[in-house]
Antibody
Framework: EVQLVESGGGLVQPGGSLRLSCAVS????????MSWVRQAPGKGPEWVSL???????NYADSVKGRFTISTDNSKNTLFLQMDSLRAEDTAVYYC?????????????WGQGTLVTVSS | DIQMTQSPSTLSASVGDRVTVTCRAS??????LAWYQQKPGKAPKLLIY???ILESGVPSRFSGSGSGTEFTLTISSLQPDDFATYYC?????????FGQGTKLEIK
C-alpha cells in the first residue's frame, strides 16, 4: 500500500525556518518525480517544488532561493527546507508523487501539514 | 505563467443531476490538463489526466473533454459522494498551475 506521511509543520515567526518531511512507503522516492504542493486557506493548490529522479530540482518563483527540496534514500523520505519564511507562505503543505504519465500529474498525496507564519 | 480560470465558482445541484464545470487556460496547453476532487480536510484526488483519461478506480460517471484553452469536467449523474470542490490543473511545463476551484453544493 502506498502511503505518504508529512510532518514538521507548525507556527513560526516571519524570517524563521522549518523543515518538512514526507515519509513514503510503497514506492521508492528516488525513482520518482516528487513535488511539494501547498494550499493557502480557501485557495486552490499551488505547486512549490519538484525533484527529479536525477536529483535536479525546480522551484516556483515565489520560493526560489528560500526553499530547498531534497531526498534521503536510506529513509525513503522527501524533505522541504524552508528558510526566510513570510506570512504568505502560510498554507497546508502536501507532498505528492507524479504519476507515470507526467512529472506534474499527482496520483498520490500525503495528508498535509500546516505551516503558519505569524508573529 | 499560465493562468487557469474555472467557472462557476459555486454550483448547486441535486443527486442525479448532470453537471458541467469549465476550465479555461490563458494560453494553449494542448491536452495537458488534469482534474482533481477535494473534500474538506483532505488532499486532492486525481480524477482525470490528459484532459479525458479517467484515472484508475474513478467512476465512469466522471468524464473530461477539451483541448487548447477550454476544458470541461462532466458528472453524468451526481451521487452523494460527489459533493466536493473540483480543481483543474495545467501541466504544460513542470510549473503546473491550478484553477481556483468549483465548489459543488447540494441544492
Amino acid at each position: 500500500e502506498v502511503q505518504l506521511v508529512e510532518s514538521g509543520g507548525g507556527l513560526v515567526q516571519p524570517g524563521g525556518s522549518l523543515r518538512l518531511s514526507c515519509a513514503v512507503s510503497g514506492f521508492i522516492v528516488s525513482s520518482n518525480y516528487m513535488s511539494w504542493v501547498r494550499q493557502a486557506p480557501g485557495k486552490g493548490p499551488e505547486w512549490v517544488s519538484l525533484i527529479y529522479p536525477s536529483g535536479k530540482a525546480n522551484y516556483a518563483d515565489s520560493v526560489k532561493g528560500r526553499f530547498t527540496i531534497s531526498t534521503d534514500n536510506s529513509k525513503n523520505t522527501l524533505f522541504l527546507q524552508m528558510d526566510s519564511l513570510r506570512a504568505e507562505d502560510t498554507a497546508v503543505y502536501y507532498c505528492a508523487r507524479a504519476s507515470l504519465t507526467g512529472m506534474a500529474v499527482f496520483d498520490y498525496w500525503g495528508q498535509g501539514t500546516l505551516v503558519t507564519v505569524s508573529s | 505563467d499560465i493562468q487557469m480560470t474555472q467557472s462557476p465558482s459555486t454550483l448547486s445541484a441535486s443527486v442525479g443531476d448532470r453537471v458541467t464545470v469549465t476550465c479555461r487556460a490563458s494560453q494553449s496547453i494542448s491536452s495537458w490538463l488534469a482534474w482533481y476532487q477535494q473534500k474538506p480536510g483532505k488532499a486532492p484526488k486525481l480524477l482525470i489526466y490528459d484532459a479525458s483519461i479517467l484515472e484508475s478506480g474513478v467512476p465512469s460517471r466522471f468524464s473530461g473533454s477539451g483541448s487548447g484553452t477550454e476544458f470541461t469536467l462532466t458528472i453524468s449523474s451526481l451521487q452523494p459522494d460527489d459533493f466536493a470542490t473540483y480543481y483543474c490543473q495545467e501541466y504544460n511545463t513542470y510549473r503546473s498551475a491550478f484553477g481556483q476551484g468549483t465548489k459543488l453544493e447540494i441544492k
